[in-house]
């Protein structure tokens, strides 16, 4: 579960832009998780929480917030998310591609490393490898409240 090690990053995030405002306290945060990143929210939320104990910011309310990651295709100027081509982009990765996780079941290589999507998807109108990514992939801590 990598869950933990971005959890983590978020809450050095956090702590460094705390301490770059006169080390106030924080008391919630957002956090948007892009679909391609195939994190569980629910897992992020659990470890967001742990890691903010053990790092001495217990109390913080986190949103976790599913994104729909999103593609624009530089060539035709189609526009697409991530659910709508699932199916055939798991679909388009070899077996020995695949990754174990822990539990011995197998993740796609953009659960890890999301920036791996274009290696093979492309774009559902026109077959281009010439697109951008619109929205979130992975993760992005959007929003921090402070205490004032």
Known sequence: M?????????????????????????VSATVRIGTLSMVDPQVMEEALTAISKEAGIGGVEFRVE????????????AEWTFDDVEKDFRASIPDDLMISDESGEKDLPTHYFPELIHAWMKCPECGSKDYRTTDVSGVLLEKVELEE
């Open 2 to 26: 990598h869950e933990w090690n971005l959890a983590s990053g978020v809450i050095s995030s956090l702590l460094a832009y705390a301490k770059s405002r006169g080390d106030v306290k924080v």
């Open 66 to 77: 599913r994104a729909k990651t999103r593609f624009s295709c530089r060539r035709c100027g």
